[in-house]
Each structure stands twice: as C-alpha cells, then as structure tokens.
C-alpha cells in the first residue's frame, strides 16, 4: 500500500491551513505527522480520509487519484480512528465493529457468518471480546477508541489513518492502543501529539509547522533540541538510548 501527496493545500476563504503537503508513504511504515496545535496536522489527515476536500493538489492510492475513486473503494483501502467517537443511538459494542464491515457489503446486505468471525476477530485483537453485548456508550474513553480501532481492523485495510486518537486517554490507554497498531505490519499514518509517544512508534515523522513540512526523518533525525526549540518553542534535553534504541525528550522550559 502506498500513499502519496503532491502539493496539497486547504484553504478557508483567504487563510492558508495547508500550504503544500508533500508526502510519500510506503512498505508499510509507521509514519507519524506531529507540529504544534494549529499547524495542520488534523487537517491534513481529513484531507486524505475524506472528511475535508483540499482546495488544489493531489493524492494518490497506490498511484490511483483519490478522487477518481469512490467512498466505498477507499474504505476498502484505509481506515480510520479519530480523536473523538461519539454516538447518539444504543448500538452494541458488537454492532459498532460490524460497521467496518460496510465497504465490502452491497446495499442491504446482511451481516453473514464470516463478517461475525471477523467482528470477533477484532475484538479479540483489541481485548474487548467479552464487551462485545455492552451497550458503546457505558464504555470508559479508553475502551470506546479500543472498541473504534476494532471496527477499523474489521474493514481488513492495507493502512491504517490515526487522527491524535490517544490526546484524551490515560498513559495506560495509549501505550495500549499504540502496541496494537505497531503489530499490524500495514501502513500507518498518525497525527500524534506526544512526541515521547511519536519518538516510541514511528519509523518516520513528518514535522508541520504553519501548514508547511519543516522537517522529515526517523525520530533520531527529527527529534534535535534544536528543532523542538524552533518548531514548539521550548527547550529541552534529548537523550538516545542506544541499548534500547529508543529517544527521551525532556521538557525544560518555553519561552
């Protein structure tokens, strides 16, 4: 699965959100897209998930022009787990996977054995299978964006979209979520906003800053106390754990 931008922009009347995004993901990396608050980094991803259509630029499915294909053939291709998951009716937590099951069905078709299989599957995958009769919304956070990722498993796609969906969840919660999305071996791209999180994960950061990339690296390339001092304005200290090759970033102060 590859994904690829070329010059993406968004605009809102005259302000300029994204200025050009260029990206190019492949061989099922884990890349992560991190900036400061209000540099673009949800936009950008809902530009690709379709929530947000860009207002010029391209973006490419395996070399297909996103827009050439439908909602239903994109779906069979990448999901998605946001930040927010809200849900205004009953639906079991059963029900709620099984609507990862809707882009290989046809209009009015019913749930069959194999679409149950894979809905336990899922959930098993995340550990909520012995949620699977509870009603969504007497979930905590925490197990509602697990119950999410599972729906999103259930869509069986070669890459996976993470809009910052671990921001309101418990240290515990995250590392959780983070450790199954690591082990699926697909494409991954996540706005992450935690770059101790980020620096753990990802095979490749992109940096947004103002609606433009500043930098692209592994987290050992991208994460100097240099560029966090330009790019978020505080100071810290950066130390490489060669043993578990592994990056620490400390926060000293902002200015």
Known sequence: MMIKTEGVKFN?????????????????????IIGPNGSGKSTFLKCI???????????????VNLSKLSIKESSKKMAVVSQHNYCDFDFSVGDIVLMGRSPHKKMMERDSQRDYEIMNEALANVSMLHYKDRNFNTLSGGEQQRVILARALAQETNCLILDEPTNHLDIKYQLQLMNIVKKL??????????????????DK????????????GTPKEVFTKELIKEVYEVDV?????????????????CI
């Open 205 to 216: 950061i992109y940096v947004l800053k103002e609606g433009k990339i500043v930098a692209y």
């Open 185 to 202: 071996d697909i494409e991954v791209i996540a706005a992450i906003h935690d770059l101790n999180i980020a620096a753990m994960y990802c």
């Open 49 to 63: 998930y379709r929530t947000l259509k860009p207002s010029s630029g391209i973006i490419k499915l395996d070399e």
């Open 237 to 253: 200290i950066v130390n490489e754990d060669k043993e578990n090759n592994m990056i620490n970033i400390f926060y000293k102060s």
């Open 12 to 32: 809102i009347g005259k302000l300029d959100i994204l200025k050009g995004i260029d990206i190019d993901v492949k061989n099922r990396e884990f890349v992560g």
